[in-house]
């Protein structure tokens, strides 16, 4: 028996098998929790259906995060098929891709720059309460994906590190105010990962090979590890863990000087 069994938990931002949401359903799943899944479109719809089904789930259900109304909608079909809600999985991040390019000045626009915030955080908090019905009187949490660009500058990540910094931010925020309702709200910073969120961003085959020379471990992180971290924040065994950015990220962000680096440049 896993220690999410008999967990009911809704991920949302599945995209394809590589994705990091994949890894925490995989990992949910192989702890015995019982998953429900959204997808923002038609075009996601069959795919995320067929991994859905690979892991039991027939419950897959839309929602566009920018409508209000699609949110809501979500959270009234996941009360008809459950009878609560122990875990809300949210894994959904956009910026326009000609805003991954470039430097921050250049590329940052109005309205790309309340796209980001709008999908990337604010998303966040207005699907946590839609949530809240479902969550009442059980021990609960709610989790988000971050990176490091939130709290550093890297190059072309530009509006989509404003839109971290926002919803760790959120996840602070969100934690006091629904901690007394014993609701626990965290984030997960991971390591730079192969995924169709990364394609997007210029040069990101170039930052990898540095995050593996800098990284303690001298490698990048697999979603299935980030997904290992994410079912034991969403368990019972992180019950007094809330409002906290946990890294899975090999130990890059706690390096300020790589001695690999600094070996090679002196040879």
Wanted: proline share 2%; net charge negative; with cysteine.
């Amino acid at each position: 028996m896993g220690f999410l069994s008999g967990k009911k938990v809704l991920i949302c931002g599945i995209a394809n098998n590589r994705s990091i949401a994949w890894g925490i359903a995989q990992a949910m799943h192989r702890q015995g929790a019982e998953l429900a899944f959204s997808y923002p479109n038609d075009k996601l719809k069959s795919r995320v259906v067929d991994l859905g089904g690979q892991l039991g789930s027939d419950i897959i259900l839309p929602c566009d995060v920018t409508s209000d109304d699609d949110i809501n909608n979500l959270f009234l079909e996941i009360g008809k098929h459950w009878d609560g809600l122990d875990a809300l999985v949210h894994c959904i991040a956009f910026a326009n891709r000609e805003e991954l390019d470039g430097t921050y000045l250049d590329s940052v626009t109005r309205e790309g720059f309340a796209l980001a915030h709008d999908i990337s955080s604010y998303s966040f908090s207005a699907m946590g309460k839609a949530a809240l019905p479902l969550m009442q009187g059980r021990a609960t949490s709610m989790l988000t994906l971050s990176y490091l660009g939130a709290v550093r500058s890297m190059p072309n990540y530009n509006v989509m590190g404003l839109a971290k910094a926002s919803l760790e931010a959120n996840v602070r925020y969100m934690a006091q105010s629904v901690g007394s309702q014993n609701i626990r709200v965290n984030a997960i910073s991971a390591g730079p990962i192969r995924t169709l969120a990364a394609s997007g961003i210029k040069n990101f085959r170039s930052m990898l090979g540095h995050f593996e020379k800098v990284a303690p471990l001298g490698r990048a992180v697999t979603i299935d590890e980030v997904g290992n971290t994410a079912a034991f924040l969403c368990s019972d065994l992180a019950s007094g863990i809330t409002g906290e950015i946990t890294y899975v990220d090999a130990g890059f962000s706690t390096v300020s000087l790589s001695d690999r680096l600094l070996h090679e440049q002196t040879q």
